[in-house]
């Protein structure tokens, strides 16, 4: 295998695995380690839940920077292809202008996607009464701050 095509194969495989790790690690949060509003509903009671020692928040650090790593793989694929990537969109998009608006605005969309939640501002609310009597966002250690009656 050829220099070239071996790290592609290298970086495609590191894409593949990087990818399946990231979508794993949601699926856990999503499914496994449910967010403290669901989990009286599921246990009862306020319960901390663990895999491999870690709890939603620390696999959620893991989540964001395995998107980091895949993000940086992807600019380095994209980089490496950028010769093919060219030649295909000129053989698809007819016309220079043509060519330049739709890439343009393609490469913006793309930007505004992945760039959106460093722009945007959260809606603030103060805390709801949940389940039992117990407000939204008593996070993990915050249950002994509560007034007992």
């Known amino acids: ?25 949601g699926f856990l949060m999503k499914y496994t380690l449910i967010p403290g509003k669901d989990r009286f509903a599921v246990y009862g009671r306020n319960v901390e839940l ?4 870690l709890d939603r928040h620390e696999w959620g650090t893991l989540h964001l920077w ?7 793989l992807l600019v380095l694929h994209l980089v490496l292809h950028t010769a093919w990537i060219i030649r295909m969109a000129r053989s698809i998009i007819a ?16 930007a505004l996607l992945l760039f959106f939640s460093f722009a945007v501002q959260p809606r603030v609310e103060e805390g709801l009464a949940g389940v039992h009597g117990m407000g939204r966002g008593m996070g993990r250690g915050r249950m002994e701050y509560r007034h007992r009656y």
Do not use: E, H, P, Y
């Open 95 to 110: 016309g220079s202008t043509a060519q330049t608006v739709i890439i343009g605005m393609f490469v913006l969309v793309c």
């Open 1 to 25: 295998m050829a220099g070239k095509a071996r790290l592609n194969f290298i970086i495609d495989a590191l894409m593949l695995l990087v990818g399946s790790l990231l979508a794993g690690t």
């Open 50 to 53: 663990f895999f491999l020692g």
């Open 66 to 72: 395995l998107a980091f790593f895949l993000i940086a």
